[in-house]
């Protein structure tokens, strides 16, 4: 049935009212403030102190807090490869279990002879292996959070290919963070198995001299702010529920309700902020790979770029990766702008309801020709059916 | 010269994705399709249009001060492969064995089949007779039909090398076939008026 | 331009004539009203005439926005499509083209029309031919249509066999058609001829009024034309052969009545001298002459003749008897005697000099001409008992200047004329009128005239007095009304088989040229006019 929006509208209004309120932006000044204030030797001591708790996700300066960045120029020739995915999870209602991987590449060149390479490649994933991480056992099934891994895999696979056939400069997008956030509650052996392959793929990076990027637009992380946090915390141990400074507690409380771009609100067009590296508990598993990252104002928002620490500790990757993310969103025909090879690469990725629903076909008649007729359950049925 | 692939055919015309960005053949013009042993199907291009691809996405600008028309392209390679260009085409008539035949087809072209600009001498055969005006003054599409008829005119005076003759002939035949709109049929004398 | 293809016919009927299209290249003025053209049907040819020409367009919307300077290109695409013309055609003739008919077919009455589409063209010389005849002794080339150079030919035998009239405003030329037709019968021998010259000018040269000369039908056809006169002294001067006299003795009852305008009678005066006849007889005229005032009185009295009257009528006949051609007592072997020239193929031309006036000529005409259709009536009479050919009174055409005159309604009941005219061709004797004003003349004489050859016409009356009695009269009223001032007339009638508008041909050198050489079978003897009679 239609929603009811006569409750929804009230809260609508009401959420509005906060979000609009006056004192958010003088915290955000605030904020910004204490970002120049505060001191990153002591605050990076504070963070790697072992005695220090912190509930939250903190991002630990390299240098400095709040020096800016601006946009280097570009070289005169050079590439940009994205990758996107998209998949078909695997159906609980057919008796066939599957899932479809489809990786979207774009390789665009830049310079004397432009060009552009656009392409997608569809995997069908039907065999044990790949339906199971242990398929003996058939115990960890690869859906949800795992099947977004494996995406993840295929994705960096599918751009240290395209690198391959490229020639240097080349920087590597991919849409999104590098941290495989949703291998954190995974068993070790699941995490193991996916972080190998992603790895890999970041030594190939590296071994070839490719800075490989994720590149995540509208940013809701706020692991900065949460260091400005524990920069007001005066007590040693984090104990937010015996808070000592009532006055601290406050701007805290404020604090929590600001994101990294706001912060970084005062990035001018170009401009990039320092490099910060993050405190995923994952990122343990990373090795060289270690995650850092930086925001950049791409003339139309803050965006977060990160990057493996051995991108991020070269200078000339870093302008280079700098300069290229600027020159993609000058090429962006949208506002707020954004690259147009992680653009293209999603357009490749895309799957349509129509593209599944052949799929879902093509298997359906192909099970008929082998008399396997199959009975969805009442409730998909009935969702597909619609009856009256 | 081949310029496009049939991408949707039926009884009266075909549309046509046009091998060059942006450069479909003339409005106007005639095109070709070999429909089988020397016999080639004639169409009349009533309509050209160029967008994205998929239909869900549309062209933005993308020019600045700087960077603008050919440069465009330069700047966003990846442009030519998510942009075409499409024409549509009505069917006049067939040519076998130098045998000119004007009217519908009796076989829509088969999609996927390629699409050819007629050569001068061909042009010229095809529009010795001109019972296909019928065929243009009835196509229905976005374009006007009597801008339509104008376009060939136009497009086949040049081609059969400013035939002054044909012209007359032709201003005739559109008379003729319009003589109960007038104002339809001013707008085609004065269109196909050559400019001196 | 001959035989051109000008359109297809793409409606009408039997009755309201056809409507033809014309082809884009076939602009209106290159047409006329009343050209020949022909339509050919599957079956038959058409032999037509044009009788109205129009302008459509085949959507309105161009009437409310003409292109104007609108270029060549715009202009020549919307002639014949967007705007068109037609013309109003009206079959005449047709001729069967089945082949099995092979050339025995001729002309006939139009009794069908043709399917749609069937094409118009120009009439070719051919068609001329078929129509109004090759050229022949009895066929007269009297002019050309108006824009062809092709020879249009009156049948002069048909000519002559009925009474005819030639029309048209003054100015228009009929003296000189006159002519033509003239020299044209007498060098073909269709008819003989007697031609009362009101005002002497067909017998001798003349000179027009632009100056020039031309020539008499005596120099031109010499001593197959005899001149007479009534004036003497005219004769004297001029070449004349005879001079006639006429004695009160001939003149009767009825022509007082007819010179009752002339003479100013009222009714009752001129009814006076039928009371005189019918006492007196042949003599009334010089009774009344000769009567005293008692004797007039006593007259009166006793046959209740009006004593005013009678007086009246005896002043004005003492005027009239003073005319130098007028004697007591003439004999009417005189009158007799151009019977017998007419009967051998003389042709005869009255002068009246210094006595021009139209009560001299009037009555002289009157006279003459009730003598002679009085003799004609025998010799017709006696050829019809006998048989035999050599009996047979040779045909007669009379020439009547200012018809009206004689022939107006109630003229005509009274005058030899108005007998003539309507017997017809009963004793061979027919008139051949010149007029002006044809409404003026008797409707019943009117009908009665075979042929009819007329010039400009601008009276209503006048153009409706001339087309009585003739088919397709609405149409032709159109060719009428587009005739030029001169020389142009429409010929209609017995002796053309079909209507048709004429540039009449110059009387002039070239023209005497024609008739001296068209003139060698019937040259006669340069005789003595004595020796005419003798012979």
């Known amino acids: 049935m239609p929603l009811r929006l006569g409750s929804i509208g009230d809260g609508v209004e009401r959420m509005v009212e906060i979000l609009a309120a006056e004192e958010r932006s003088q915290w955000v000044e605030r904020a910004q403030r204490l970002l120049h204030d505060a001191d990153p030797g002591d605050l990076k001591a504070k963070l790697r102190d072992r005695r220090t708790r912190v509930p939250w996700l903190v991002a630990i300066p390299v240098s400095s807090m709040d020096d800016v960045f601006g946009a280097p120029d570009c070289p005169s020739y050079f590439s940009v490869v994205a990758a996107d995915g998209s998949s078909v999870p695997p159906d609980r209602h057919s008796p066939a279990r599957f899932y479809v991987l489809n990786t979207g590449r774009a390789i665009l060149t830049y310079g004397e002879r432009p060009s552009a390479v656009l392409d997608a490649s569809a995997q069908f994933h039907f065999q044990m292996e790949d339906l199971y991480l242990y398929p003996s056992a058939g115990s960890f099934p690869i859906e949800g959070a795992r099947l977004s891994a494996k995406m993840a895999v295929a994705e960096l696979r599918g751009l240290r290919e395209a690198t391959e056939r490229t020639e240097t400069p080349v920087a590597a997008l991919r849409d999104g963070s590098l941290i495989l956030w949703g291998l954190q509650n995974e068993d070790s052996r699941v995490q193991q198995r996916f972080l190998r392959e992603f790895l890999e793929c970041l030594d190939d990076f590296q071994n070839a001299g490719v800075p490989v990027v994720g590149y995540t637009s509208l940013p809701g992380a706020r692991d900065v702010v949460n260091s400005l946090r524990v920069w007001l915390c005066q007590a040693e141990a984090i104990d937010c529920a015996n808070c000592s400074s009532p006055e601290a507690m406050d701007s805290c409380k404020a604090l929590v309700t600001i994101l990294d771009r706001q912060l970084f609100g005062f990035l001018k067009a170009g401009e990039r902020s320092d490099i910060f590296e993050s405190t995923s508990a994952i990122l343990s598993e990373y090795g060289d790979h270690r995650i850092q990252f930086f925001y950049l104002n791409v003339d139309g928002e803050v965006v977060r770029i990160e990057a493996p620490q051995w991108v991020m500790h070269d200078s000339q990757m870093v302008d280079f990766v700098h300069s290229v993310l600027c020159d993609q969103c000058r090429r962006s025909g949208v506002h707020p702008p954004y690259p147009p090879a992680l653009q293209e690469a999603h357009e490749q990725a895309v799957i349509s309801i129509t593209d599944r629903r052949l799929v879902e076909d093509m298997v359906d008649r192909a099970l008929a020709r082998r008399g396997i007729v199959f009975t969805r359950s009442a409730k998909d049925r009935s969702k597909r059916r619609r009856a009256v | ?196 | 331009m001959d035989g051109r293809r000008l359109g297809v016919v793409t409606d009408g009927g039997f009755n309201t004539g056809l409507t033809v299209r014309l082809d884009a290249d076939c602009p209106t003025e290159d047409l006329r009203i009343g050209d020949f053209v022909v339509v050919e049907g599957e079956s038959n040819r058409y032999f037509s005439m044009i009788s109205d020409i129009q302008l459509h367009v085949s959507d309105p919307r161009v009437l409310a926005s003409p292109p104007h300077d609108a270029p060549p290109l715009v202009a020549q695409a919307l002639a014949g499509t967007t705007t068109y013309a037609t013309v109003e055609v009206k079959p005449m003739l047709m001729l069967d083209l089945r082949p099995d008919l092979g050339e025995a077919t001729r002309p006939q009455r139009v009794r069908t029309i043709p399917m749609h589409f069937a094409a118009l063209h120009r009439a070719t010389e051919m068609d001329f031919a078929t129509v109004f005849g090759k050229e022949g002794d009895r066929n007269f080339a009297i002019g050309t249509p108006v824009s062809m150079n092709i020879p249009v030919r009156l049948r002069l035998d048909r000519f002559v066999e009925r009474s005819n009239g030639i029309f048209g405003q003054s100015g228009t030329g009929k003296s000189f058609l006159a002519r033509l037709l003239l020299c044209g019968i007498i060098t073909s021998g269709a008819a003989a001829n007697l031609i009362f010259d009101m005002h002497s000018e067909y017998a001798f040269d003349k000179q027009t009024e632009d100056g020039r000369w031309v020539r008499g039908l005596r120099e031109l056809l010499g001593s197959r034309v005899l001149v007479y006169s009534v004036d003497a002294k005219a004769a004297a001067r001029r070449n004349v052969d005879v001079t006639l006299t006429v004695g009160l003795n001939q003149i009767e009852a009825e022509d007082i009545m007819l010179l009752a305008d002339e003479l100013d009678l009222t009714a009752t005066t001129a009814a006076t001298a039928g009371l005189l006849g019918d006492r007196y007889g042949g003599n009334w005229l010089r009774q009344l002459l000769a009567m005293s005032s008692d004797d007039l009185a006593e007259f009166c009295q006793s046959s209740g003749a009006h004593p005013e009257a009678t007086k009246a009528l005896q002043r004005k006949l003492r005027d009239v008897q003073r005319r130098a051609y007028l004697k007591e007592d003439v004999p009417f072997s005189p009158i007799d005697e151009m019977v017998t020239a007419l009967g051998r193929g003389r042709s005869i031309i009255l002068e009246f000099g210094r006595h021009d006036s139209p009560l001299d000529y009037m009555l002289v005409a009157n006279i003459v001409t009730r003598r002679i259709r009085t003799l004609y009536r025998r010799k017709m009479e006696r050829f019809e008992e006998t048989r035999a050919e050599a009996d047979r009174p040779p045909q007669l055409m009379i020439t009547l200047e200012e018809a009206h005159k004689f022939l107006n309604p109630s003229a005509a009941r009274q005058t030899i004329f108005g007998t003539i005219a309507r017997e017809m061709r009963k004793y061979n004797v027919t008139l051949m009128v010149i007029d002006q004003r044809p409404s003026g003349i008797d409707a019943e004489v009117m009908s009665q005239l075979g042929t009819r050859i007329t010039g400009l016409l601008t009276e209503e009356r006048d153009i409706d007095a001339v087309l009585t009695g003739v088919g397709s009269r609405s149409f032709l009223r159109g060719s009428l009304a587009s005739l030029d001032t001169c020389q142009q007339v429409l010929l209609m009638g017995h002796a053309v088989p079909m209507p048709v508008m004429v540039q009449t041909r110059p009387y002039d050198e070239e023209f005497y040229q024609d008739i001296r050489g068209s003139d060698q079978a019937k040259e006669l003897p340069d005789v003595g006019i004595a020796d005419i009679w003798a012979e």
């Open chain 2, 1 to 196: 010269m081949r310029v496009g692939e049939i991408v949707e055919s039926n009884s009266t015309g075909f549309v046509c994705e046009s091998y060059e960005l942006n450069r479909p053949p003339a409005l106007g013009s005639l095109v070709k399709v070999h429909v089988g042993e020397a016999r080639d199907l004639y169409g009349v291009v009533c309509y050209g249009e160029t967008g994205s691809l998929d239909p869900g996405r549309r062209a933005v600008r993308r020019s600045t001060d700087e960077v603008y028309d050919h440069q465009v392209y330069r700047e966003s390679p990846q442009l030519e492969h998510v942009l075409r260009t499409e024409f549509t085409s009505v069917a006049v008539g067939i040519v076998e064995r130098g045998i000119v035949v004007q009217g519908l087809p009796s076989l829509p072209p088969p999609l996927h089949f390629s699409v050819h600009t007629c050569s001068s001498e061909e042009t010229i055969l095809f529009t010795e007779n001109l019972y296909y005006f019928r065929l243009l003054l009835r196509a229905s599409g976005p374009v006007a039909v009597e801008q339509l008829l104008a376009a060939n005119v136009r497009e086949v005076y040049i081609e059969r090398g400013s035939d002054e003759e044909w012209l007359r002939e032709a201003a005739r035949e559109a008379a003729s076939l319009l003589k109960h709109d007038y104002d339809r049929l001013m707008a085609v004398l004065y269109a196909i008026q050559p400019v001196r």
